[in-house]
């Protein structure tokens, strides 16, 4: 099959990850969960692996920093880290 699933859950990875970095929307959940189901697809049916794991785990890290972000901002704004 080549390694287009690989290449294209990378692509989406990468996106995720520096858009959650930058920019945060609640309507871009939808790229890290593209990232992880490519990174799937491209584990069990492209030929080289390698993209595909490194665009699955790019997909849950930015996922993961999705849901964490709101978290860590709204203990900021209620002053829970200042002691």
Same mark, same amino acid.
């Not at 858009?19 to 939808?30: E, G, K, P, R, S």
């Given at each position: 099959m080549g390694k287009v699933f690989g290449i294209i859950s990378l692509l989406l990875g990468i996106a995720s990850l520096v858009?959650?970095?930058? %920019? %945060? @929307? =609640?309507? =871009? %959940?939808?790229l890290p969960?593209? @990232?992880?189901?490519f990174g799937g697809i491209g584990i069990a049916k492209d030929d080289s692996k390698a993209l595909g794991i490194v665009g699955l785990i790019l997909g849950i890290v930015s996922l993961i920093l999705y849901i964490l972000f709101p978290i860590f901002i709204l203990a900021l704004i209620l002053g829970l880290f200042i002691p």
């Open positions: 858009i959650v970095w930058f %920019y %945060y @929307a =609640l309507f =871009l %959940y939808a969960i593209a @990232a992880i189901v």
